[in-house]
């Protein structure tokens, strides 16, 4: 059930994830006679299905300037066992490699720093037992993420790191569980693919042994060419004028065929050419250690020869013949989304105007419901508020505005058909555990709440959840009709909602509504109590 999802993954932090409101501050004393340095700091973490990476980065002029950097080879994907359980020696080595990186990261605000996981955890079926010892080895919170979203940060982070251009571009990310795939002009992606395939999987399934000839080296080149070919007729028919390609599969094949000259005429990244003489060397030597060229890494040696078979496929399915490279990937777009939400510019906001428009919501309405909302958790939370409760905030508002997605399946049971399409719904902008806790709300918003059997009895995910449902109660006329002063705050377990005097006699539908309210509050053990006053409205 999706309240039992979302209680899996409720792990530390889970209640963050709004717009941040603070960026890491450091001010360093000079190193002599020189004032002190002042500058921003903010922090990127991907925990990647090859490599964990950690990126600081250093904010100026609304630009991010690479600071420090952090890369271990944990290779998580090479632990997934053949049921798709992480084992305990990748589950160790994760978690060392973040201990290092919580060390680094100690000090910076919650705020500042944004972790994100890709394709293997994403495939674990004991991640959500992972998740919480990880992220209490790192100290921050941990998001995993789709593979659409990972392909969007991707573009974010490739694009930022190229020259300025107004045609579009081809960005293919080989990822050691996933690869890529996205079009887009500027800094829009327009097309964006993730396909289940990847240098640490493809060399453990067709490489197991590290030997490689013609007849392997065939078939890993065909099983990824089956899977690009169900999106190469859409790719090629959208268009682009350059490839680019980026992370670490994509430099290690471009640093070869450069500093080896393999490719014609000396042409820098990567050529069709380049890669056909590149791969008559590999099957010559038989293994990648023994193919003996300039600037191969020892910690791409294990992974290289899937790598390779894919890349030969996106060149050959794409009809490329040359790609570009760019140093810029998931972490550095990681950094420029976490930019985005520091100046108000969060891809989240985007993502619930484009579902509110996409699933025909009453904007009206939702714009009621947000408004009372949010007016009602005020009251409950009661100022100043914390940046926890700014997120709380932020997460109620989009779940008002998407508490009635669901209209657009069925009007019976639309509640259920919302919390669907948030958990399952590529939402850009969103983790895995930001839709999860959308879904919760939404699902919850009417209804019965004993069947949120999941959720603690402290969390604090029941405070949304009252305002919500009675925002979406007290507008349930949907005529715009200004709501009566009312006040509601917490008591004990449960919370107290006072009313104008009168005002319930002459709206008894809703009289009854709040009556079922009442109910239902009591069968979860947090008492909800109605009393009428007579106070002036306050607006």
Known sequence: MLHEYYASISAPGAGRGGPARVIESRHFPDDGGGEPVGYELIAAVDLGSNSFRLQVGRVLDDQIYPLDAIKEPVRLASGLTAGKYLDQTSQQRALQALSRFGERLRGFAPEAVRAVATNALRVAKNAMDFLPLAERALGFPIEIIAGREEARLIYLGAIHSLPPAQHKRLVVDIGGGSTEFIIGRRIEPQLMESLFMGCVSYTLRFFPDGRIDRRRLREAKMAAASEIQHIAHEYRRHGWREAVGSSGTARAIADLLELNRLNPGGVAGLTRDGLEHLQSLLLKAGSVPDLGLAGLRADRIPVLPGGIAIMSAV????????MTYSDGALRLGVLYDLLGRFHHHDMRDVTVAQFMRRYQVDARQAERVERTALRLLAQIDGPPATPEQEADASFLGWAAKLHEVGISVAHSGYH??????????????????????????????????????????????????????????????RDGVPLPACRVR??????????????LAAHPLTAVALDEEITAWARVDKPLRIKQRNFKADG
């Open 315 to 322: 060149f050959d399915e794409l009809d490329l013949a040359h």
């Open 416 to 477: 259920k058909h919302g919390a669907y399409i948030l958990t399952f719904a590529d939402m850009p902008g969103f983790s895995k555990k930001d839709q999860a806790r959308l879904a919760l709300l939404v699902f919850g918003h009417r209804g019965k709440l004993d069947k949120i059997t999941g959720l603690p009895s402290g969390d604090g995910n029941w405070r949304l959840l009252l305002a919500l449902r009675l925002a979406a109660v007290l507008h349930r006329s």
């Open 490 to 503: 917490a008591q004990g377990e449960g919370f107290v909602l006072e009313l104008q005097s009168d005002w």
